[in-house]
């Protein structure tokens, strides 16, 4: 129901002014039920309504911090619900380059050319990849260098970043998640929580971060040829050939999807185009003692950490093969452990569809602000709507025999069963949750043969959803329990 779960997840806002805190839940209700809409478009009540949520976002009590603060709360009481939960924490761009007027407090991104913010979320999942919502985030630009520093060499970039403390580094942000992950499991001490990072986020600071509570563990995507040591200190090479001299533990499919090329001269691996296939791959796994970096001001001289090994056997030819080094807090004694951690970090990649839903979907970076903080706090609200589109999509999965009226409204369930039955009177009950899914997921393109097995994707339930609310406001406006003119 739509207002319930807004006021549910953002009720508890405090913005120090009693109208700003009414106010959010209603914007909320309104972008999620035109989520791909302009504002505008979105907030149909005239122009009155329309300058509240500007006022809103312009608001100086306003901040994201203050937006998603009710939320992350909101996200902890789901996570106290489960036996195990799954922190995916990634980094996306948000690029707000306008060709004429650019968007005051952009900064540069990757491409000094575009501008606009960098967003560092850590997103909570079920260990079948149902979002459960964001538990911690950062929301930052970067600032222009000086016009007249002068060009410096890569030596001299090299030397600049090791005498920079790591808490001064953008890549602090990695060891910041994780330790938002230590903080949800000291609130849900009954529940594992487990913090994915790729490869991106292989640090040695964070893998010797002390694990605490016991609950807490991690799985990091390794991406350098770490050294390794014995008990008394003598090298024993890298993690990857200690890996391999391993034993294989098990072979099975997994499944991988396609991934397209951004910029032409990318040369790593994990930014160069795939093919989309369902790869075989052997497993090993093994414990090895990581010696600390001779740039690594850690006080924790070595690191022993779990390791699982994930191989492509046979790739196609000129396409580079599955092959994760996954380092790990958990146990890996028994191959059922093993296994377990593979398909812990197969749910990493719901963090990137939730990513799409945000820019795709509500289309976050075509929103017209003329400033940072009042486009950060619009991005803010979009951020909780994306949640929500999600776990919509991902709900008819794992929850299919729930009835539907659990999650829609009478409105809902009722114009869109109404609109796929045409002729046919409404069931006595409401259908099950993954029926109804798959009706919504055919008002956007999904076609819902009876034989069908494989379940709807995001883009065609979210879709269906843009569509199901416009539907639910005719029925309430015009169907058969509207009031008479």
Same mark, same amino acid.
């Given at each position: 129901?739509?207002?319930?779960?807004?006021?549910?997840?953002? +009720?508890?806002?405090?913005?120090?002014?009693?109208?700003?805190?009414?106010?959010?839940?209603?914007?909320?209700?309104?972008?999620?039920?035109?989520?791909?809409?302009?504002?505008?478009?979105?907030?149909?009540?005239?122009?009155?309504?329309?300058?509240?949520?500007?006022?809103?976002?312009?608001?100086?009590?306003?901040?994201?911090?203050?937006?998603?603060?009710?939320?992350?709360?909101?996200?902890?009481?789901?996570?106290?619900? *489960?036996? $195990?939960?799954?922190?995916?924490?990634?980094?996306?761009?948000?690029?707000?380059?306008?060709?004429?007027?650019?968007?005051? +407090?952009?900064?540069?991104?990757?491409?000094?050319?575009?501008?606009?913010?960098?967003?560092?979320?850590?997103?909570?999942?079920?260990?079948?990849?149902?979002?459960? +919502?964001?538990?911690?985030?950062?929301?930052?630009?970067?600032?222009?260098?000086?016009?007249?520093?002068?060009?410096?060499?890569?030596?001299?970039?090299?030397?600049?970043?090791?005498?920079?403390?790591?808490?001064?580094?953008?890549?602090?942000?990695?060891?910041?998640?994780?330790?938002?992950?230590?903080?949800?499991?000291?609130?849900?001490?009954?529940?594992?929580?487990?913090?994915?990072?790729?490869?991106?986020?292989?640090?040695?600071?964070?893998?010797?971060?002390?694990?605490?509570?016991?609950?807490?563990?991690?799985?990091?995507?390794?991406?350098?040829?770490?050294?390794?040591?014995?008990?008394?200190?003598?090298?024993?090479? $890298?993690?990857?050939?200690?890996?391999?001299?391993?034993?294989?533990?098990?072979?099975?499919? !997994?499944?991988?999807?396609?991934?397209?090329?951004? $910029?032409?001269?990318?040369?790593?691996?994990?930014?160069?185009?795939?093919?989309?296939?369902?790869?075989?791959?052997?497993?090993?796994?093994?414990?090895?003692?990581?010696?600390?970096?001779?740039?690594?001001?850690?006080?924790?001289?070595?690191?022993?950490?779990?390791?699982?090994?994930?191989?492509?056997?046979?790739?196609?030819?000129?396409?580079?093969?599955?092959?994760?080094?996954?380092?790990?807090?958990?146990?890996?004694?028994?191959?059922?452990?093993?296994?377990?951690? $593979?398909?812990?970090?197969?749910?990493?990649?719901?963090?990137?569809?939730?990513?799409?839903?945000?820019?795709?979907?509500?289309?976050?970076?075509?929103?017209?602000?003329?400033?940072?903080?009042?486009?950060?706090?619009? !991005?803010?609200?979009?951020?909780?709507?994306?949640?929500?589109?999600?776990?919509?999509?991902?709900?008819?999965?794992?929850?299919?025999? =729930?009835?539907?009226?659990?999650?829609?409204?009478?409105?809902?369930? *009722?114009?869109?069963?109404?609109?796929?039955?045409?002729?046919?009177?409404?069931?006595?009950?409401?259908?099950?949750?993954?029926?109804?899914?798959?009706?919504?997921?055919?008002?956007?393109?999904?076609?819902?043969? #009876?034989?069908?097995?494989? #379940?709807?994707?995001?883009?065609?339930?979210?879709?269906?959803?843009?569509? =199901?609310?416009?539907?639910?406001?005719?029925?309430?406006?015009?169907?058969?329990?509207?009031?008479?003119?």
């Amino acid at each position: 129901m739509a207002e319930t779960w807004c006021e549910e997840e953002v +009720g508890a806002a405090k913005f120090n002014d009693r109208r700003l805190n009414k106010r959010l839940s209603k914007i909320m209700e309104k972008f999620a039920k035109q989520a791909h809409a302009s504002i505008p478009a979105a907030m149909r009540g005239g122009k009155k309504e329309l300058k509240a949520a500007y006022d809103f976002m312009d608001n100086p009590k306003v901040s994201p911090e203050k937006i998603l603060a009710p939320h992350f709360q909101a996200t902890t009481k789901r996570c106290q619900e *489960q036996n $195990v939960v799954l922190c995916a924490q990634d980094t996306s761009e948000i690029d707000l380059t306008r060709p004429q007027q650019q968007v005051v +407090g952009a900064g540069p991104l990757s491409d000094s050319a575009r501008r606009g913010a960098f967003l560092h979320l850590n997103e909570a999942f079920t260990e079948d990849g149902t979002p459960l +919502g964001a538990i911690w985030a950062k929301i930052w630009a970067r600032e222009d260098p000086p016009s007249d520093q002068p060009k410096l060499s890569k030596v001299e970039k090299e030397k600049i970043r090791r005498a920079t403390p790591i808490e001064e580094k953008e890549s602090f942000r990695w060891v910041e998640g994780i330790r938002a992950t230590q903080e949800l499991a000291k609130a849900c001490p009954d529940t594992c929580c487990v913090s994915l990072s790729d490869s991106e986020g292989d640090m040695y600071d964070l893998l010797a971060e002390p694990r605490k509570p016991a609950n807490f563990h991690w799985i990091v995507r390794a991406c350098q040829e770490r050294a390794i040591v014995d008990e008394t200190g003598n090298s024993l090479g $890298v993690i990857r050939d200690s890996l391999q001299k391993q034993p294989v533990l098990l072979t099975y499919k !997994i499944t991988v999807r396609s991934r397209k090329q951004l $910029v032409a001269c990318e040369k790593r691996s994990r930014r160069t185009t795939r093919i989309g296939r369902t790869a075989m791959v052997e497993v090993r796994a093994g414990t090895v003692t990581i010696k600390k970096p001779a740039a690594s001001r850690h006080a924790v001289r070595s690191v022993k950490v779990n390791v699982v090994y994930v191989h492509e056997i046979d790739p196609p030819a000129g396409d580079a093969p599955i092959d994760w080094m996954l380092l790990t807090s958990l146990p890996i004694s028994m191959v059922e452990q093993v296994k377990r951690i $593979v398909q812990y970090y197969k749910v990493r990649w719901m963090i990137e569809i939730y990513f799409r839903t945000l820019k795709s979907g509500c289309r976050i970076e075509e929103r017209r602000f003329e400033t940072l903080p009042r486009m950060l706090a619009c !991005i803010a609200i979009y951020m909780i709507v994306a949640w929500r589109v999600l776990l919509l999509c991902r709900l008819g999965r794992s929850c299919p025999d =729930m009835p539907c009226d659990a999650v829609f409204d009478d409105s809902e369930w *009722q114009s869109v069963w109404s609109v796929c039955h045409r002729g046919k009177p409404l069931p006595e009950r409401p259908p099950p949750l993954e029926a109804m899914i798959r009706l919504i997921a055919s008002l956007g393109g999904y076609i819902n043969r #009876p034989n069908r097995k494989d #379940p709807p994707g995001t883009d065609t339930t979210w879709k269906g959803v843009q569509r =199901m609310y416009d539907l639910a406001w005719a029925w309430e406006t015009f169907g058969p329990g509207a009031a008479s003119p």
